[in-house]
């Protein structure tokens, strides 16, 4: 869960992932290219790359020691979204996830599970007519929904930079800068979604009653250049 850092609001781990995949829904324009992959079977998995935690979840995941985010790695990737595409697009995402982990704090059991979770990944893409080179373009731009949703469920001010692919076939990626600031507002630059202007909310709880008690809070987001 995410605590807000400026009022007493929490958001689960599956309200800031169906933001991730909200984002991933409106990806593409001229400037930039949609995933090779299934856009349906990407979205759902941007969107649903948290279904481990389940609903109203209450894991402080920045507390977490190895052993307990590896519990958690797991159950995200157990989880049955009922589309194997989707699955595997999520397998990546941990993927990324844990070798940042591992890169940051080790841990023999996380490296033993990446091995594991790599050794998945390039069963489920046997036969399969698509190559390990599109998922991983198309992870970049989960990388980037991901974030901005991140650190929008903190309401906290950043600016950031995530690389991705404008164009299928590129081999250099561009910088895209979102920055997150008051009133819900979240500029990115350059601009890769469709619309000149997305809107929307996120939903929280107030912190004092959650989880017993979940009273849902709105949080209103405007995504703009």
Not at 39 to 64: C, E, M, P, Q, R
Not at 127 to 140: C, G, Y
Request: with cysteine; charged share 25%.
């Amino acid at each position: 869960m995410f605590k807000s850092e400026l009022k007493s609001i929490v958001v689960p781990q599956m309200n800031h992932a169906w933001f991730a995949g909200f984002l991933a829904y409106h990806w593409g324009n001229e400037q930039f290219d949609r995933p090779l992959l299934d856009f349906n079977s990407f979205v759902k998995a941007v969107g649903n790359h948290h279904l481990g935690y389940g609903f109203f979840d209450i894991v402080d995941f920045k507390s977490l020691d190895n052993i307990q985010i590896l519990d958690v790695f797991r159950k995200d990737c157990d989880a049955i979204v009922g589309d194997t595409m989707s699955e595997l697009i999520i397998k990546f995402h941990n993927v990324r996830l844990i070798k940042k982990r591992i890169g940051s704090r080790g841990g023999e059991e996380l490296k033993k599970y990446l091995d594991f979770l790599q050794n998945q990944i390039t069963v489920g893409l046997t036969n399969r007519k698509i190559l390990r080179e599109s998922f991983l373009w198309a992870d970049r731009i989960t990388n980037l929904c991901d974030k901005v949703s991140f650190d929008f469920c903190f309401e906290r001010p950043t600016i950031a930079k995530i690389g991705v692919f404008q164009k299928l076939g590129d081999k250099d990626q561009l910088e895209v800068e979102y920055k997150i600031e008051s009133e819900g507002v979240i500029k990115v630059n350059p601009w890769p979604f469709m619309q000149s202007e997305i809107n929307g909310y996120v939903q929280g709880y107030e912190l004092d009653s959650y989880p017993q008690t979940p009273r849902p809070v709105i949080i209103p987001f405007k995504v703009m250049k």
